[in-house]
T-cell receptor, first 116, second 110 residues
Framework: DVKVTQSSRYLVKRTGEKVFLECVQD?????MFWYRQDPGLGLRLIYF???????EKGDIPEGYSVSREKKERFSLILESASTNQTSMYLC???????????????FGPGTRLLVL | QQPVQSPQAVILREGEDAVINCSSS?????VHWYRQKHGEAPVFLMI?????EQKGHEKISASFNEKKQQSSLYLTASQLSYSGTYFC???????????FGAGTRLAVHP
């Protein structure tokens, strides 16, 4: 079974703090993703990575950065946390797609972040 | 652009059927369906590719209408375990990147 783990299930931080959210997958997947999930808005892509040290912005990258130094680990960084970043953060991974083939994404359990 | 899911919420009795729709304004290459139970990670149900239809899970099936750029998820003879929020994710082929809809909340009661 594919396993995607996230470092914390719940996190409480103060405005202005630097926050690190860690994600690890054990299936040697090339692609990794960070989403935030808010009621009524679904999952919105923050950043994704298709290889070590490679990253691309998603739909809502402002206020976030990412790091992928090793294939199995993808970190989301909130440089200076703000209250509007209070949300559920989900990490996912997937194998690479190929000609005529689409692969699904496997999700971690999520980190619920509260910024006070 | 985010796909539009309808309805936003559905309430069923056990044994009843439901259809959840996912529409996109962009040409679709693939549609992925997930179910998320409260407090848990989204779980993959099935994937539909352009030009094909794939049944992947329990008594749940789906269709993909390329002309309408729409996918529908069919839940037949619903069970209590079907309760949760259903998301569709639309793919354009690159890096398995998906754009998700806002979700459809499904509640199945005895």
């Amino acid at each position: 079974d594919v396993k995607v783990t996230q470092s914390s299930r719940y996190l409480v931080k103060r405005t202005g703090e630097k926050v690190f959210l860690e994600c690890v997958q054990d299936m040697d997947h090339e692609n990794m993703f960070w989403y935030r999930q808010d009621p009524g808005l679904g999952l919105r892509l923050i950043y994704f990575s298709y290889d070590v040290k490679m990253k691309e912005k998603g739909d809502i990258p402002e206020g976030y950065s990412v790091s992928r130094e090793k294939k199995e680990r993808f970190s989301l960084i909130l440089e200076s946390a703000s209250t509007n970043q209070t949300s559920m953060y989900l990490c996912a991974s997937s194998p690479p797609s190929g000609l005529g083939r689409q692969e699904t994404q496997y999700f971690g359990p999520g980190t619920r972040l509260l910024v006070l | 652009q985010q796909p539009v899911q309808s309805p936003q919420a559905v309430i069923l009795r056990e044994g009843e059927d439901a259809v959840i729709n996912c529409s996109s304004s962009k040409a679709l290459y693939s549609v992925h369906w997930y179910r998320q139970k409260h407090g848990e990670a989204p779980v993959f149900l099935m994937i539909l590719l352009k030009g094909g239809e794939q049944k992947g899970h329990e008594k749940i099936s789906a269709s993909f209408n390329e002309k309408k750029q729409q996918s529908s998820l069919y839940l037949t003879a619903s069970q209590l375990s079907y309760s949760g929020t259903y998301f569709c994710g639309t793919g354009s082929g690159g890096y398995n990147k998906l754009i998700f809809g806002a979700g459809t909340r499904l509640a199945v009661h005895p």
